[in-house]
């Protein structure tokens, strides 16, 4: 019995030891750890101003390990690294912040230009542009971002629907008019040099590399460009798309331009072929369904061609080429009336394209040009972009 007293007492003594010590220990160590923290604080913000930036990195990483979720913290690791153009951390320590921090928008458009203009990484701007518009849906700057990412990637449904939920909100870019009537037949003059360089970041991303082989395939012969492998490559060389079609024979850019390039030259059982490897998502590409109507009407089914026609519009009303040849196929059917003004609105795009292409910059869209955008939209019945330029116009009067 004295035995299992003493065991008894020994236990108790024990517990309040671990008790007691916990009282004491614990609010030393927090003390000890905030006291390190604060050192930490002043030891990075003390070398940023002394400009001593390897030694406010070590300082500032040190502090960011002891105060994860403090975002002046990150804030002055991003700085230390960028002042030593380590762009990469920079970028990295900026996306830390928590979303809920009232500085994350300011600091995630940084994040989104360092990555495109120093990284040349689209992915993950892309990403970044996506999280500031879950923060905020009417960030304008960040669907700009996201529709020029697109665009140059030549991927246009992605594209078409930014335009479209941006102008929902109103916040869309004023560039994002020329883009969407321009659709079906994007194309820049520094697209190849400027994907050939996000090609170095993401080499096996399959959208880069079909639209730098595109961009190439249809530029002039004049102009030439030094790949990643050092090989020189003329404008106009057919050999990179021409692989694309061997490794991604689904992909629905280099379908498209094959498309076309076979009903151009008259090759109309290539045309078979290739359409019979579209693939099922390709069905809103009103690209497809033209191209389907040309060669329907070439083989004199103008039913069906007109139909084709038809669904091309469905999905782009400012498919120029698509009106023109179901205005050809209403007049061959005796529809002359409606033939008239199909191919009146058609040509009317075909003009208004061409000067479209010819802009040397489609930021710089000007009130009149604007105001001609919401009257072709009228005409082509697409009153969610007539609605939305109408409202710019009242926005911006005519002074």
């Known amino acids: 019995m004295n035995h299992q007293k003493k065991s008894s007492d020994r236990r108790l003594t024990l ?41 406010a990195e070590q300082a500032a990483r040190n502090w960011t ?46 994040r989104t230009d360092l990555l495109l203009a120093e990284l040349h990484d689209p992915e993950k701007s892309l990403e970044t542009c996506r999280r500031i518009l879950k923060i905020d849906p009417r960030v304008d700057r960040a669907w700009q971002r996201l529709i020029y990412i697109n665009a140059m990637m030549l991927l246009r449904l992605e594209m078409v629907k930014q335009i479209r939920q941006a102008i929902k909100l109103q916040c ?51 102009q030439s460009m030094l790949l990643k492998e050092s090989q020189l490559i003329s404008g106009g060389d057919q050999s990179l798309i021409t692989n694309c079609l061997k490794k991604y024979p689904q992909n629905c850019e280099v379908l498209a331009y094959f498309l076309e390039k076979s009903l151009d030259e008259g090759d109309l059982k290539r045309v078979a072929e290739l359409l019979e490897h579209v693939p099922d998502n390709a069905e809103a590409d009103s690209r497809f369904w033209r191209l389907k109507g040309r060669y329907l009407a070439l083989h004199d089914q103008l039913d069906l061609a007109e139909t084709s026609f038809q669904q091309a519009l469905e999905w782009n009303p400012y498919d120029w080429r698509a009106r023109l040849g179901l205005a050809e196929i209403l007049r061959r059917k ?16 075909k003009l208004f394209s061409k000067k479209l292409m010819e802009l040397q910059d489609p930021r710089s869209i000007d009130r009149d040009l604007l105001q001609e955008i919401g009257e072709y939209a009228h005409d082509c019945g697409d009153i969610d972009v007539e609605t939305s330029i109408q409202r710019r116009l009242n926005m911006t009067p005519d002074t």
């Not at 220990?25 to 030891?43: D, V």
């Not at 883009?179 to 994007?186: E, Q, T």
């Not at 005796?334 to 795009?349: H, L, P, S």
């Open 15 to 55: 517990l309040l030891i671990l008790v007691f010590g916990g009282v004491f220990f614990f609010p030393i160590s927090a003390w000890w750890n905030y006291s390190q923290i604060q050192q930490a604080e002043e030891n990075s913000n003390r070398l940023l101003n002394e400009e001593k930036w390897g030694a």
């Open 65 to 110: 390990r002891r105060a994860p979720q403090n975002a002046d913290a990150w804030l002055a690791l991003a700085e230390a690294y960028r002042q030593q153009q380590k762009f990469e951390e920079t970028a990295e320590a900026l996306g830390q912040l928590s979303d809920s921090d009232p500085r994350i928008l300011k600091t995630l458009a940084l």
């Open 172 to 222: 869309e870019p004023p560039e994002a008019y020329v883009y969407l009537l321009l659709s079906d037949s994007l194309n820049f003059s520094n697209g190849a040099p400027l994907v050939n360089s996000w090609l170095t970041t993401h080499p096996e991303n399959e959208d880069l590399e079909v639209a730098r082989a595109i961009y190439i395939a249809r530029s002039s012969i004049r």
């Open 334 to 349: 005796g529809a002359v009336k409606e033939a008239t003004e199909m191919a009146r609105i058609g040509n009317r795009g």
